[in-house]
């Protein structure tokens, strides 16, 4: 006898509640599938776009250790991006299709990535505050509901972990150089605190998916709760640092026992989430580029595969 949507849905909200992981081949509601499919194909572009500003300094890189490491990094990114959309493939669409809608610019990434790298500083900037931040979301999606999802999480944490000490070291390095040094890691601090704030999403008042999320306990906590978490994590470390917060409104509270901060500029946010953003069109022309660019090996790949199928078929 089937079952009716009322019990396939009070079954599936047990689950959610007992802490049961949901896996590709149970029940799920359609909502929550598409809510799912819309975050992880977000975040597998988001890691592969993610390649890019690094990308652009790995023949810059003032060492060959800086230049490995770099590479190492980019490397990884590309990995997460490859585990996130074999994740989402469990939920019935193919990566080439999610590929498609990411070329055709109905597909979202992360806002931070359209921003440019315009110093080595900026590498390692990245490093230590946008993968920061990226811990403190991904921690909490490695305890997630949907069991590919979450389990993708584990191991991209522990490299999102070695990202962050490369970044902090390298802003030591340099905070601990020259004066020109110091302020070029001082500079690009300055441009990469408030974007990186902008990364967990719009405040909670403006999010019209995390109420769902929260519910599925695809996401534990708000964006503001994460952003609340990064900040209170970060500021200690720019102190010892010696770097200066650019956030006149920044301070802490013994009471709440939290640094209360100023307002990232909102409207930035939507120009970029809208297309606006200063490297929008160049992110995007260059995955439009290197897809055309790949497409010989893809036919040479997919020839091979059927020659060889022939041959065990004969």
Known sequence: MEKSIEELERQFNEKIEKGIKIEPKDWMPDRYRKQLLRMMSQHAHSEVVGMLPEGNWITRAPSLKRKTVLLAKVQDEGGHGLYIYCGAETLGVDRSEMI????????????????????????GTIGWLVDGAAIVN????????????SRAMVRICKEE??????GYELISTLMSGTP??????????????WPTLMMFGP?????????????????????????????????PQAEALGITIPDPDLKYNPE???????QPN???????INGNGP????????????EANGQWVREAAEAYAAKRAMKQAS
């Not at 972990?161 to 490369?166: A, E, G, K």
């Not at 020109?180 to 605190?193: K, L, P, T, V, Y």
């Open 100 to 123: 498609q809608q990411l070329l055709d610019g109905k597909a979202k990434y992360s806002s931070i990535f359209n921003y440019p790298t315009v110093s080595w500083a900026d590498i």
């Open 138 to 149: 991904q921690t909490l999606l490695a305890k997630g509901s949907y069991g590919p999802y």
């Open 161 to 166: 972990n070695f990202h962050h000490r490369q």
């Open 180 to 193: 020109e040094q110091r302020a070029m890691a001082q500079d690009s601090f300055n441009r990469w605190w």
């Open 203 to 235: 405040s909670d008042a403006h999010s019209p998916n995390s109420g769902e999320l929260l519910k599925w306990k695809v996401k534990l906590m708000t964006n503001d709760e994460l952003r609340q978490r990064f900040i209170d994590r970060t500021i």
């Open 256 to 262: 709440t026992k939290h640094y209360e901060y100023g």
């Open 266 to 272: 909102w409207e930035e946010l939507t120009n970029v």
């Open 279 to 290: 490297c929008n069109k160049q992110r995007l022309n260059t995955r439009i580029e290197a």
